[in-house]
């Protein structure tokens, strides 16, 4: 087995041979967003409620050509954005791409993920000094040497009371992924390395295989969209390090970091009702298991969706709101949640780009919370004189639409 300098080299070369992500650079922020990249979205997920400040550090963790660094940067106005990323390559692009839509709280470091918690090393010519609120961590960990090394090292540079969003694969929904891999592998033989005569051989089996062959199918049905382009064939079949998890390696992997699970990302997509929500009896059973083989039973009875899993981890402690106390809601300062598209409509997509069609009395509610970022007026003082439907302003909050501070 290579050794993880052998296979951290490995991985820096597939990056510098195509730069991934592969999107196109602009001259102008990117267009729309991913809550999860936006601070205040983000934390009000995990916490109930507005943070504090969003005078922030944020460290993006493995940002290879920095799509998601350009967007950390330019939805979190108030923030300082750090890139890290093994590949020179990659944080070339990063660059240019920051630099070319003016994303200018940003600085980047070429290192090993392993090497970020190590501030005091002697080998690092640029240490990264401090802690962050949030570190974002997206499609990384899988393709390290050493995941569990480079979680607990990720796991050092966070802040008491900070989120870290982790997105890794998952075995279940990508089966055919790691078959072709091998399968291009063993077809390279000596070449296994050249990372383009893997794109060659590998588009070569797929223009050979039958077309009923349930490789080309799975192909065409889920990846061929996105893998026109041949750094993301690369990414996807020919990566020379790769891990991929199921509910139990998962959390072996997070307990190992020390942090706290927060939650899926996708909260919705991990109720067993949305499956056996026919059979009372089977609910029930459901109900007596612990919190993980509910996970694991998930995605035992719905594999084929399940590719990756997104999710938050903190270090403790991380405050939770309860708004169900009339005077503490009443107390909150409310605002418009911060990734909505279409607003000021009574129909307009939500932070998951969800479509929502408000009613009257949701949609006056909103447009005061539009007014109230610089008045930060309370609830009460906000609809002063008015009959308040207080249930109606709880479920705004619960579907992500206003966020509450205080």
Known sequence: MPDAKTVSQAVAKLYDTYPFPPEPILDEPP????????WVAAYNFCTGRKPET???????AGCGTGVGTEYLVHLNPEATVTG?????????????RCRRSGAERVTFHQMDLTQVGDSSSETLRNPIPG????????GVLHHLPDPIAGIQALAQKLAPGGIFHVFVYAELGRWEIQLMQEAIALLQGQQRGDY????????????????????????????????????????????????DYNIHTLFELIDASGLEFVGFSNPGFWQLERLLGQSS??????????ERDRYRLIELLDPKNITHYEFFLTKPP???QDWSDDEVLLAAIPELHPCLDGWESKCLFDYNYQIVNLSDDEFTFMQKCAKNTQARQTIRELCSG?????????????????????
């Open 31 to 38: 267009p729309g967003y991913n809550w999860r990249w936006n």
């Open 54 to 60: 969003s005078t922030v550090r944020i460290l993006d």
């Open 84 to 96: 890290v990323d093994l590949s020179a390559g990659a944080l070339e692009v990063a660059r240019e």
């Open 131 to 138: 802690e962050f609120e949030m570190i974002n961590c997206v």
């Open 196 to 243: 383009t005569d893997g794109v060659k051989v590998g588009r070569e089996l797929f223009a050979t295989l039958p077309e009923n062959n349930p490789l080309v199918q799975r192909e065409k049905e889920r990846w061929s969209l996105e893998n026109t382009r041949d750094q993301c064939f690369a990414d996807m079949y020919v990566h020379p390090q790769e891990v």
């Open 281 to 290: 009896e089977l609910i029930a059973r459901g109900e007596t298991m612990t």
């Open 318 to 320: 991380l405050p939770r």
């Open 386 to 406: 008015e009959v308040l439907d207080l249930a109606m302003i709880r479920r705004l909050q619960e579907r992500q639409l206003v966020v509450f501070g205080f």
